[in-house]
C-alpha cells in the first residue's frame, strides 16, 4: 500500500508538472544573431480587387429636357501660317496661243451684168450695165434688149427695136461703133461663143422656130442645115462649149429641153428634158450643169441639172416670178431675175439653191410688150436674158 501510495503521488506530481509548462512562462531573451546580408525578394503577386456588381434599379431615373441648348463654345480659329516663298524651279516651256480661226470672208462678185428694163412710158426696153453689186449702173442702149455680153465683156450684142435698126447689133460695150449682123426683124435672143459665132432664133409668120447661125465680125447670115436637109428647129438657142449648142425645141410631139454635140450638121441630138414650159436654158462656164426656167411645178421657178439631163433638182421655190438664169464667170453663182420683193429686182444664189440674196433692184419693170412690134415678136418677159461677164 505504501508503493501504491508513491506511484500515485508520482504520478499527481508529473500532472501538476505537466500542466505548469503549458501556461505562461517568462519571455526568452532573443539572442542577436549576426548580420546577414539582405537578399533582394519579389514581393508576392497581388491579386486585383473583385469589382462589387451593382444591383440594376428597376425604373431608370428620367433626366429633364434642358429649354435652352447648352452654347457650344466656338471653336478658336487658329492663325494663318505665313506661307513660304515657293522654292524656285525651272518655268515649264511656254507653249504659243493657239491660232484664232479668221473667218473666210464672203466672195465678192465680178463682173458686169447687163441687163433689160421695160419703160411703159414709151412702150420699149432700154439696156443698162452694172456691177455685179449694182453699183457704176450706166444705161448702154435706147430701144434695144436682150443682151449678150461677149466672152472678154468688151462688146454686146443685142436686139435693137429701133426702126432704122431694127434686128440684131454688135456694138463696144461702152461705145458708140456698132454694126448690124442680121436685118430681119424676127431675129432675136442671140448667144456668143468664144469664136464669135452669134446664135440666134428666127420665127417666120405660120413657121417653126428655127436656129440660125451669124458671125459677129463678117455679118453674114448663114443657116445650117442639119440631117437629112433639115433645119435645126427650136428656140432659146445658148452657147455651150465647142460646136454644142443647148435649145428649147420640139421633135414631133416631144417638146423640151435639147442638146446638140455639132450645131454645123446637126448631129448628136440628145433631148434633155421632156416639159414643154422649160425654156432660157444657160449651160455653166466648165460645160457640165444647165440652168434653165420652168412652170412644170406651177410657176415660173429656176431649175439645174447635169448636161446629159440627170439629176434636175429645182433651187427656187416661191409663189412669186423667177427666171432668167445665168452663170457667174467663175461658175460659182447663178444670177437670176425675180419679182418676189415687190418689184423686179437681180437676185443670186449658189448653184446648190442656197445663199438667195438680192444684188440689186432693176428700177423698173422687166416685163412688157413694145409697142410697134408685130403680134409674133413682141415676146414678153419670158423671151428676155441677162447676161453677165
Known amino acids: ?11 499527481t506530481i508529473v500532472v501538476i508538472m505537466v500542466l505548469v509548462g503549458c501556461g505562461p512562462s517568462a519571455q526568452p531573451t532573443p539572442v542577436s544573431a549576426p548580420p546577414t546580408k539582405a537578399e533582394p525578394t519579389e514581393p508576392p503577386p497581388t491579386k486585383p ?32 501660317p505665313t506661307p513660304l516663298p515657293p522654292t524656285p524651279t525651272e518655268p515649264p516651256p511656254t507653249q504659243p496661243p493657239a491660232a484664232k480661226a479668221t473667218p473666210t470672208p464672203k466672195p465678192t462678185l465680178g463682173g458686169k451684168i447687163a441687163f ?11 439696156l443698162f450695165i452694172a456691177n455685179a453689186d449694182g453699183s457704176d449702173r450706166e444705161k448702154i442702149g435706147e430701144k434695144a434688149s436682150q443682151p449678150c455680153l461677149s466672152p472678154d465683156g468688151s ?39 468664144t469664136g464669135g459665132t452669134v446664135f440666134h432664133v428666127r420665127q417666120e409668120l405660120d413657121s417653126p422656130v428655127h436656129v440660125y447661125l451669124s458671125y459677129a465680125d463678117k455679118g453674114a447670115e448663114v443657116i445650117r442645115w442639119g440631117d437629112q436637109n433639115q433645119p435645126i428647129l427650136g428656140e ?24 446638140t454635140d ?51 433638182e429645182r433651187l427656187t421655190n416661191n ?14 453663182t447663178i444670177a437670176f431675175a425675180s419679182d418676189r420683193s415687190g418689184e423686179w429686182a437681180i437676185w443670186a444664189m449658189n448653184p ?33 436674158r441677162l447676161s453677165w461677164r
Open 116 to 126: 433689160p428694163v421695160f419703160d411703159p412710158e414709151r412702150g420699149t426696153y432700154d
Open 236 to 259: 432659146a438657142a445658148a452657147w455651150v462649149s465647142g460646136e454644142r449648142l443647148v435649145y428649147k425645141g420640139c421633135v414631133e410631139a416631144n417638146c423640151g429641153l435639147y442638146l
Open 49 to 80: 480587387p473583385t469589382p462589387t456588381p451593382v444591383p440594376p434599379t428597376d425604373t431608370p431615373t428620367p433626366v429633364p429636357p434642358t429649354d435652352t441648348p447648352t452654347p457650344v463654345p466656338p471653336t478658336p480659329v487658329s492663325p494663318t
Open 155 to 193: 462688146e454686146i450684142t443685142y436686139r435693137s427695136w429701133r426702126a432704122d435698126k431694127r434686128g440684131l447689133v454688135v456694138a463696144h460695150t461702152f461705145g458708140e461703133d456698132m454694126w448690124t449682123i442680121s436685118t430681119l426683124h424676127e431675129a432675136s435672143r442671140p448667144s456668143v461663143s
Open 319 to 332: 409663189g412669186d416670178t423667177d427666171g432668167l438664169p445665168i452663170w457667174s464667170p467663175d461658175g460659182q
Open 352 to 384: 446648190d439653191g442656197t445663199n438667195q440674196r438680192m444684188l440689186f433692184p432693176l428700177g423698173g419693170s422687166l416685163h412688157g410688150y413694145v409697142r410697134d412690134a408685130p403680134l409674133n415678136e413682141r415676146g414678153g418677159w419670158e423671151e428676155e
Open 1 to 11: 500500500m505504501t508503493k501504491r501510495f508513491y506511484a500515485l503521488l508520482a504520478c
Open 262 to 312: 455639132s450645131v454645123y450638121d446637126g448631129t448628136g441630138v440628145t433631148q434633155l428634158t421632156y416639159e414643154l414650159s422649160d425654156t432660157n436654158p444657160e449651160a455653166s462656164p466648165d460645160g457640165k450643169k444647165v440652168a434653165f426656167m420652168s412652170r412644170r411645178d406651177g410657176n415660173w421657178e429656176i431649175y439645174v441639172m447635169n448636161m446629159d439631163g440627170s439629176e434636175i
